[in-house]
């Protein structure tokens, strides 16, 4: 980092011939401690720092004692000499071979030279022209500025290097079906039993429909009983039809009953007609 990005810009300063008041007031309006001096021609010729300007005004001891050897007396002093000061030039306070800096230079080599010659404010300068000050507030700033900011979150890709971006986690999608292949065999057809038996069924609950209430139920032809595929029988439905099978096979038996009591009758019949 460059002193430039920290560095005070147009900062007050003060020209010689100045009177001291004016050169006081510039110090405590800054706050500075420190002003750079210029010459007719804007050129750095030196600084004037507040330790000096005191220094100028404040009385001695031989003055303190003259005055009364007080406190009080002291300050009194102090104040009249500060009074007979406060309108001659301040050329004779200005330092004229001040310690600089140029600009363009580390911030790193600036604290150096403010903690070596313990000083709190420098010029920088460009040739002879004041560009600005660094202080040891403006190097203090920079370093939490920077310390704020911390380093780059990821290191610049390398030259030639292909920029890469982060995966996106994706979702697990359903798979499509999969499409008919046309070379598979198509599904073989049903064979003639399964048919038959398929209609026996239509048949039966046709005719079941039909069937008047309290009608015996038609029996099962041997060859739609051996083919029929039958139905998965159910907890409740289970006593209904053996119910159903038990009335079918009654009322066969006495079918048969009746007809054999009727070919009886007529074969006695007919002996009593030959006779």
């Known amino acids: ?23 006081a007031e510039l110090l405590s309006a800054s706050g500075a401690g420190m002003l750079p001096v210029l010459d007719a021609e804007d050129r750095f010729v030196g600084v004037l720092t507040e330790t000096d300007l005191l220094g100028a005004v404040l009385p001695d001891a031989a003055e303190i004692a003259a005055a009364g050897n007080t406190l009080d007396n002291a300050f009194e002093a ?11 030039p301040i050329d004779a306070l200005v330092v004229r071979a001040p310690v600089t800096i140029a600009r363009g230079v580390e911030v790193a080599a600036a604290a150096v030279v403010l ?8 010029p920088v300068l460009e040739g002879r022209r004041v560009v600005g000050t660094v202080s040891r507030t403006d190097l203090c700033r920079a370093v939490l500025a920077h310390a704020a900011s911390g380093p780059a979150a990821t290191a610049p890709a390398s030259a030639g ?13 359903t798979p499509a079906p999969a499409a008919a292949d ?21 048949a039966a609950a046709r005719a079941g429909a039909r069937r008047p209430a309290g009608a015996p139920a038609q029996r099962r032809t041997p060859d739609a009983a051996r083919t029929a ?20 096979d009654a009322a066969a038996r006495m079918a048969a009953v009746r007809a054999r009591a009727a070919a009886a009758r007529s074969a006695a019949s007919a002996g009593t007609s030959r006779g």
Request: cysteine-free; overall charge positive.
């Open 182 to 202: 046309p070379a598979a065999p198509a599904p073989a057809a049903a064979s003639p039993a399964v048919a038959r038996a398929a209609a026996a069924r239509a």
């Open 161 to 173: 290097a292909p920029a890469t971006t982060p995966a996106t986690p994706t979702t697990p999608e």
């Open 1 to 23: 980092m460059l002193i430039d990005e920290v560095m005070t810009r147009y900062p007050d300063s003060v020209r010689l011939g100045s009177t001291v008041r004016h050169a």
């Open 229 to 248: 595929v039958p139905a998965a029988a159910t907890p409740t439905a289970a006593p209904a039809a053996a119910a159903a099978s038990t009335t079918s």
């Open 78 to 88: 102090f104040v009249a000499k500060g009074r007979d000061r406060a309108d001659q």
């Open 115 to 122: 903690l070596e010659r313990d000083l709190r404010r420098i």
